[in-house]
């Protein structure tokens, strides 16, 4: 049964830390993409990568933010520093056209 | 104003009734995606459309290019249906698959 995984899932920490969330894409999917969901905003797509490249990361605060994959089993989010407001759920995406899968997501509250 | 806009954005129905949830968008698509989020906070991929209707089981979902409007049906709705139904468009203009959601419509079916 293929599935996104996405860790931890759930990540309480300190106002100023540096958080990482990973994920693991199911085998094949060429796609990536990372979105936070507030309460307030909704779901937002923040990054996406395809073949592992870069496509778009115009959804996410630059001084904080990055998203990488290291290689094609692997998706980090980081944030350093995290600040409260980046409190949300963070959820990971993979996709082989045209069907997109999600992770259960990661819950971060900073504190 | 959203490019995705949903209603109703709370709706509550008692079991078996007929239930159907709208999606308006705003701009050209390639496809729409009908997603489901249950309490627990997962992500399921309903339907993916590009035109004309798809049904899976109780579930209906239709849309119509002309009028940029899709709707989902549930028919026989039980309790378990209860969640929160997000639409998400993939516009044509911004690249191959980001989304743009609808903020939601959470679902709720008393026995």
């Known amino acids: 049964d293929a599935r996104v995984t996405q860790t931890p899932r759930h990540k309480v920490t300190e106002m100023g830390q540096e958080v990482t969330m990973r994920c693991q894409p199911i085998?094949?999917?060429?796609?990536v993409f990372w979105y936070r969901q507030t309460m307030m905003q909704g779901l937002e797509l923040l990054a996406y990568?395809?073949?592992?490249?870069?496509?778009?990361d115009s959804g996410m605060p630059k001084d904080r933010f990055s998203a990488e994959m290291p290689d094609a089993t692997l998706a980090t989010l980081k944030i350093q520093p995290s600040e409260p407001r980046d409190s949300a759920v963070y959820f990971c995406?993979?996709?082989?056209?045209?069907?997109?899968?999600f992770g259960q997501g990661t819950r971060l509250t900073v504190v | 104003k959203n490019e995705v806009e949903q209603s109703p954005q709370n709706l509550t129905a008692q079991e078996g009734e007929f239930i159907t949830i709208n999606c308006s968008y705003s701009?050209?698509?390639?496809?729409l995606h009908w997603l489901q989020q249950h309490p627990g906070g997962g992500i399921v991929s309903l339907f993916m459309?590009?035109?004309g209707k798809k049904k899976h089981g109780r579930l209906i979902a239709t849309i119509n290019i002309q009028e940029k409007h899709s709707s989902l049906h549930i028919t026989a709705s039980h309790p378990r249906d209860s969640a929160v139904y997000i639409c998400?468009?993939?516009?044509?203009?911004?690249?191959?698959?980001?989304?743009?959601f609808g903020q939601g419509t959470r679902l709720t079916i008393n026995p």
């Open positions: 990568f395809r073949n592992r490249a870069p496509l778009d």
């Open positions: 995406a993979s996709a082989r056209d045209p069907e997109a899968f």
């Open positions: 085998l094949g999917h060429n796609t």
């Open positions: 701009v050209g698509i390639s496809a």
């Open positions: 998400a468009a993939r516009p044509t203009i911004q690249g191959a698959q980001k989304l743009v």
């Open positions: 459309l590009s035109s």
